[in-house]
DNA sequence: ATAAAAACTGACTGAGCGCTCAGTTTATAT
DNA sequence: ATATAAACTGAGCGCTCAGTCAGTTTTTAT
């Protein structure tokens, strides 16, 4: 059993759930079994604590959905963004705290200090509208999307509205599930050629 | 000059700007230049200094839309949606440390805990979301919007779409008001009889 | 002018925090 | 078996914080 990797686990969970200022190393330590010092040995600080979790979740998100895309194959430009739509709605599920950490505001917070912090946020946004962005692209390539639309403005568009949906689940106003018809439907008409 | 006033005031903008964890009472004593026991004699505590903020600014909303709405005249849904739209938008410019304090998490966690504070939110998210739906509907009856959208449901993802915006803007990832065309353009595609 | 109430003050408290460090245990190499 | 390095420990330090309270000043009412 890897204590670091345990350390980094709990972390997550407990920076998530509570936020980073909430989460005291004691109850980390409480929690792994691990000496506070012991914490302080792998992660030097608190924060170094926070960015090798950020720098994790950055890999992570970029492995995944490379994986995917290679995996995958997409018959129309418009398909592939339905299936982007819904990957990205199962993957804020099965790595559903990592996902409320990013919607927390402490990164972004550190992130105007740090220079790492900003690099690993850059990282995640990048990888995630470039493929709503591919998938924009394709569709205007084979007729399926319409060519009015443009690729990188609208990839934000559409990528915030998913992501809105996750924040709505996360911050248990809605139930979000009971909007996927409706986003897929959005998705379709913003992008209809 | 009311001092009271002055606290909520400053309390407000460090609490956005900072996080309500992060910012120490002391801050806020020395920049209003009131006594740390002054906060505490009009507040209780700290906490109850944050929900005095949130209520003051579930007024604020609801007062602002509804004069909105009452002042404004559309000649059809789909034109009373977009104006809606900008409208959100020109607010979260001028009352800008209160939509970031929304944003931030404390409120969401706080609110499990804490019935009061779980109606403020609820009475704001509410507030909002109502005058898409009503959008929506104002449309649909007239003929200017699709009758297949589902009214709450749309107006909850147009929302979520719009405030995503804001939140591109104060985490400063992108400059969203370059968004604002392609927005107004993804709405109408939307809700296009 | 006087009394009562409201507003305000700042030194103080006790708890909790991130982090250090001198020392111990465990793993690795020869 | 021995030496070296890596992993781990937890008591303790210095500091910050939210909240208190006994006392002072200001406002209001009569």
Redesign the interface.
């Known amino acids: 059993m890897n204590k670091k990797q345990l350390i980094l686990d709990v972390a997550t969970g407990l920076f998530s759930q509570?936020?980073f200022?909430?989460t005291p190393i004691s109850e980390i330590s409480k929690i792994t079994g691990a000496a506070e010092g012991t914490i302080f040995y792998h992660f030097k600080t608190k924060e170094g604590l926070f960015l090798a979790i950020l720098e994790d979740f950055k890999n992570s998100i970029v492995t995944e959905f490379q994986r995917y895309i290679e995996e995958q194959k997409f018959d129309s430009g418009i398909r592939m963004m339905e299936d982007i739509v819904s990957f990205y709605l199962y993957l804020s599920g099965s790595m559903e705290d990592r996902f409320l950490l990013l919607?927390?505001?402490?990164a972004?917070?550190l992130s105007?200090s740090n220079t790492r912090c900003r690099e690993y946020?850059?990282a995640i946004?990048n990888c995630l509208i470039d493929i709503f962005e591919k998938a924009i692209t394709t569709g205007q390539e084979d007729g399926s999307i319409d060519r009015n639309?443009?690729p990188r403005?609208?990839a934000?568009?559409?990528?915030?509205?998913v992501?809105?949906?996750v924040?709505?689940n996360t911050?248990?106003?809605?139930n979000a599930g009971?909007?996927y018809d409706?986003?897929i439907?959005?998705c379709r008409?913003?992008l209809?050629a």
């Open positions: 509570k936020g200022t909430e919607h927390r505001h402490y972004y917070d105007a946020l850059e946004y639309v443009h403005k609208t934000m568009i559409i990528f915030g509205m992501d809105a949906l924040r709505f911050f248990n106003l809605y009971a909007l409706e986003l439907n959005s008409r913003i209809k």
